[in-house]
């Protein structure tokens, strides 16, 4: 259970503490144990709130984020590189004297191009690292979200199972299985 700030405070949503309830379900114990631990409780009640939710969405939303990812995605495109050839070819064809001899600005070996195209590698990698941060925000809030639905399907699936009448115990130690030998076989590739 999250509580939702009010528009005029910017605090974040924190999980309320759970009381302690004797897990009596036989699903509820099986769950408990799944994280190696039988100690009453399912999960830990903090990983059922995504806290930073609507901060991220917030983030997402602002002016100069979108912008940086828009000029992100236009340094990425080939369209920028053509502007660039196209750029540098007229700069280094003008300054070598081949269209207007005598209106050469930058005589080789073209410092002011240099300099310019330095201040707009500077620019551009702080737009990608601006859209790089964005962008690794997203990917957590996802992960948050998949790991609540993980939660929420874990715990339907094994009450649906007992409901059916299923041996929770037997399921549960063939999951452990299945995953160990994941692991050994995923080790042995490693090697």
């Known amino acids: 259970m999250t509580t ?26 099986v769950i408990d144990r799944a994280d190696g631990v039988e100690d ?3 999960w830990n009640p903090s990983h059922f709130a995504s806290a930073s939710r609507r901060s991220l969405f917030r983030l997402i939303g602002r002016i100069q ?14 369209r920028f590189v053509w502007i660039h050839v196209i750029w540098f070819g007229v700069w280094i064809a003008v300054n070598v004297g081949l269209f207007f001899v005598g209106h050469e600005f930058d005589k080789f070996p073209f410092g002011l ?5 330095s201040l707009e590698a500077i620019f551009l990698s702080t737009f990608v690292m601006i859209s790089q941060n964005r962008q690794a925000q997203r990917t957590d809030l996802r992960s948050q979200l998949d790991f609540e639905n993980n939660i929420r399907a874990e715990v339907w699936s094994v009450h649906i ?18 995953i160990a030998g994941a692991e050994r076989a995923t080790q042995h590739l490693t090697r």
């Open 4 to 29: 939702e700030p009010s528009d005029s405070t910017p605090a974040e949503p924190t999980a309320a503490p759970m009381p302690f309830q004797p897990l009596d379900c036989p699903a509820c114990r």
């Open 40 to 42: 009453g409780h399912v």
């Open 65 to 78: 984020d979108s912008t940086a990812d828009k000029v992100t995605d236009f340094a990425g495109s080939m």
């Open 113 to 117: 191009l240099t300099m310019i195209v």
């Open 161 to 178: 199972g007992q409901a059916l009448g299923l041996d929770i115990d037997h399921v549960e130690a063939v999951v452990r299985e299945a």
